[in-house]
Structures are given as structure tokens and as C-alpha cells.
């Protein structure tokens, strides 16, 4: 540290700070970022499958329904021990085996020939990528001081949208290709989306880094200031109630959250799942379908870059997580009122993907209050418990669009659900005020 001795302290400590977390970021994000968009790329694909599966199959909407969500039930069973089993062998042998995993079983999917093995598929694929997102969070713990998780999670929520855009334009695309080598478009669909997660495994084999103790990249002050800030973090936010693994997953605000963060994946899975079909419904070609799903995604990662840039824009719960709620109960509502005019209603839709995908980078800081072994436990059950909001999001809007043979219905109970998570969310975050949680702290930002 000679060459920085001239230099008084605090500057010291500020350069040190910033090139740490910049090389950090340079080093780890990108593969991050890739991995996750890979895995959003495979979440998205059946909402497009669905598309030509269901007729070439000849299979109900509700029995196609069934068999999606219940990539939730492995999700839920596999995400705790997953990521626990994470936190002991480490990201990077984990993370190549879950892409191996989930390519190999997408893949399987091509070749489905009855309800039975696409129901088995979906539940195992849940298990292959149930401790993924939830990994990355907690990798994410043991390398970025709290300050600058939000602009992490921001980098992630933005590649799952970024995933949705590129995604829909190319799952058209595959669906065009029916009857190349004799296969259908969904066939193709599974089959290069499985491909994109094997392709991934040898970077994240060769270059995803472990720990900061491990890291090559980081010099030795820079290593020695992000372990001491890492560790006076823990010290001072981690909660003792919450410090052994059976504590963490029975914790109340764990499932406080776990609730908060279940309306969140209900409208975003939601939304996701039927708004190809709602599209289609405009009658548009399979292309064009692809094309304008681009849109909302493309907003919504504008609106990230604005939103996490600034930490006065992601510090209030009430406003970053409760409101989007009632706003997006309203643009669907707006984007029933308005469905036999597709351009505004299509508008209203884009205003529903903005509002539900805009809540994570302030979400994920409420829980700052586990670390280590509980927060690896405690995450992974948040997010776990939380998706069974998409489970009951692609059992039941299928449901409501049987019985009510109407395109638009959907939407007007995602509507209701939105806005009873909007007013439960509101009575947890007050609730957890009241308690004096460390979880509803003002988080710091980037």
C-alpha cells in the first residue's frame, strides 16, 4: 500500500472501495448475467410452446397448465437443500451442474409424448433449477457490501428482461420452423433453448470465481478491505434469532416475506405465462407475436437503469414494493377495459410488466437481516415458497380462461390477486415496522 501512503485516508479507502467493487462487478456479472438470462430463457419458453403444443397434442389448456406449474412443486422442494448444498460445494460446481441438468431435461421436452412424461419433465426440470436464482443472491451476500446488492439484483432483474426480449423474437422464431428435419416448432423450441444451457457450462467450469478469498483478480488491499466490510456487514445487520438453519426457515418475517415475494412472482409469472396467448389474441402472426413481446421488457430495463441509479429511488418499501401492486392491478383492469382496442390495451399491458418487475432490487434488501448458512436457508426459502405464487399463476389462469371462454378474464383476476397482495404487502411491511425488524430498515444503495 506504499504507492497510496502520499494520499490521505479517506481518499485512500474511497479508491480502494470503488476499484474493488468495479473489478468485482467486471469479473463476476457478466457470467452472472448470462447464466440468468439463459435460465429466463427457459422459464419463458413454455408460455410460447403452449402455443402449438396444446393443438398438437390435443391436450386441454387446464392439463397443459397443470404440467407447467408443476416445474414450481420441484422448485419448492429442491431450492433450501439446493442452496444449502451451494453454500458447502461451492457456486461454481453447483451452478455447472444445475446447467447441465436443466439442458439435458429441456432437451427431454422436445420429444414429449404424453401428459405423464411432460408432467415428470416440468417437476425435475423445478428441481434442476430450483437453488439457481436463489444462489446467485446468496453468492451475491459474499461478495458486494449490502450498499450494492440493489444494483446486483437491478443487473439480474434486468437480464431475466432482457432474456424476455430477446426471448420472444426467438421463441417465434423456433415455433416458424415447424417441420424442418421433421420436427414441430415446439420441438425446436426446447431443443436450442436446452442447447443454450449446456454451452454455458465450461465458462462457468473455467472462469466463474469462488469466494473473494479465492480471487485472483482482487490485489491484496483490495481483497483485505472487501473481507473486513463484508464482515463488520454481518456483524452489525445479522440477526441472532435467526442464526441456525432451523431458525431461519421457521423465522416469521421469513414468512412474511415469502408471502410478500409470492404476489410478486404471481403477477410476474402471471403476466409472463399469458401475455403471448392475450397478444395472439390480437391476431398476429406467431413473428409478430414474438416481436411485440419485446416491448414491455425492453421499458422495463430502461426503468431499472433509472430506478437503481439513484438510492433515493429504492429505499421505501411502501413505494417500491406495495404500490406497484395496486399499479399493476389498475393496468390490467385498463388493459381489459380497453381489449377490443389492441394498441391501448396492449399498453396497459406494457404498464403491468413495468410495475410487477420494477419491486426486486428494493425486495431483496428487506431480508438483509440473515447472513451466512441462515441467509443461504432463509433465501432460498423466501424465494422457494414465494414461486408457489407461479405455480397457482399457471394452474389457475388457464383454469379461469376455461371456464369463462374469454381471453380477457385472465387479466381481471391477476387483477384481483395484484390488488389483495398490494393490500397484504402494506400490512406486512407495517407490521414488521411495529416489530422493529432489521429487514424494513432503510437499505442503503448504490
Not at 397448465?65 to 453447483?94: D, E, M, T
Not at 473473494?212 to 472487501?226: A, C, G, I, V
Not at 414494493?321 to 406494457?350: D, E, N
Amino acid at each position: 500500500m506504499s504507492s497510496l501512503t502520499r494520499q490521505s485516508a479517506p481518499d485512500v479507502a474511497d479508491e480502494i472501495e470503488k476499484s474493488t467493487i468495479r473489478k468485482t462487478i467486471m469479473m463476476l456479472v457478466p457470467l452472472m448475467l448470462a447464466m440468468y438470462v439463459v435460465a429466463y430463457i427457459d422459464r419463458q419458453n413454455i408460455s410460447f410452446a403452449k402455443l402449438q403444443m396444446v393443438s398438437s397434442l390435443g391436450w386441454s389448456e387446464s392439463a397443459f397448465g397443470l404440467g407447467a406449474s408443476l416445474f414450481f412443486i420441484g422448485y419448492l422442494l429442491f431450492s433450501v437443500p439446493g442452496n444449502l448444498i451451494l453454500s458447502k460445494v461451492g457456486a461454481k460446481r453447483w451452478f455447472a451442474l444445475s446447467l447441465c441438468a436443466w439442458g439435458i431435461i429441456t432437451i427431454a421436452l422436445a420429444f414429449t409424448q404424453s401428459l405423464t412424461m411432460f408432467y415428470s419433465l416440468r417437476f425435475v426440470l423445478g428441481l434442476a433449477e430450483a437453488s439457481f436464482y436463489p444462489g446467485l443472491i446468496f453468492y451475491s451476500t459474499q461478495w458486494f457490501p449490502t450498499k450494492y446488492r440493489p444494483r446486483i439484483v437491478g443487473y439480474l432483474v434486468t437480464a431475466s428482461m432482457f432474456a424476455n426480449m430477446i426471448g420472444a423474437p426467438l421463441n417465434g422464431s423456433l415455433l416458424s420452423m415447424h417441420g424442418i428435419m421433421g420436427y414441430e416448432g415446439w420441438q425446436w423450441l426446447f431443443l436450442v433453448t436446452g442447447l443454450l444451457a449446456l454451452i454455458l457450462v465450461v465458462p462457468v467450469l473455467y472462469f466463474f470465481p469462488g469466494t473473494p478469498e479465492e480471487s485472483r483478480f482482487l490485489s491484496t488491499d483490495q481483497k483485505k478491505w472487501l473481507l473486513q466490510r463484508l464482515e463488520a456487514e454481518r456483524r452489525e445487520q445479522t440477526d441472532k434469532s435467526v442464526d441456525t438453519l432451523f431458525k431461519s426457515l421457521t423465522d416469521t418475517r421469513v414468512l412474511a416475506l415469502a408471502l410478500v415475494y409470492g404476489f410478486i412472482c404471481f403477477g410476474a409469472y402471471g403476466i409472463s405465462y399469458w401475455m403471448p396467448t392475450i397478444v395472439k389474441s390480437f391476431g398476429v402472426s406467431d413473428m409478430a407475436n414474438g416481436f411485440l413481446n419485446m416491448i414491455p421488457w425492453a421499458l422495463v430495463m430502461l426503468l431499472l437503469r433509472w430506478l437503481t441509479k439513484n438510492p433515493d429511488r429504492t429505499n421505501n418499501p411502501l413505494i417500491n414494493v406495495a404500490m406497484p401492486m395496486f399499479t399493476s392491478a389498475l393496468c390490467l383492469v385498463g388493459s381489459v377495459y380497453f381489449f377490443s382496442q389492441p394498441a391501448i390495451s396492449f399498453a396497459f399491458i406494457c404498464g403491468v410488466v413495468l410495475s410487477v418487475f420494477a419491486i426486486q432490487p428494493c425486495f431483496w434488501n428487506m431480508a438483509k437481516f440473515l447472513s451466512g448458512a441462515s441467509a443461504a436457508a432463509g433465501l432460498a426459502a423466501i424465494n422457494s415458497l414465494a414461486n408457489l405464487g407461479g405455480f397457482f399463476a399457471q394452474n389457475t389462469i388457464p383454469l379461469v380462461r376455461d371456464q369463462m371462454q374469454s381471453a380477457s378474464a385472465p387479466m381481471v383476476y391477476l387483477a384481483i390477486v395484484m390488488l389483495v397482495g398490494g393490500v397484504c404487502t402494506v400490512m406486512i411491511i407495517k407490521w414488521l415496522q411495529r416489530k422493529g425488524a432489521p429487514s424494513t430498515a432503510t437499505p442503503a444503495t448504490n
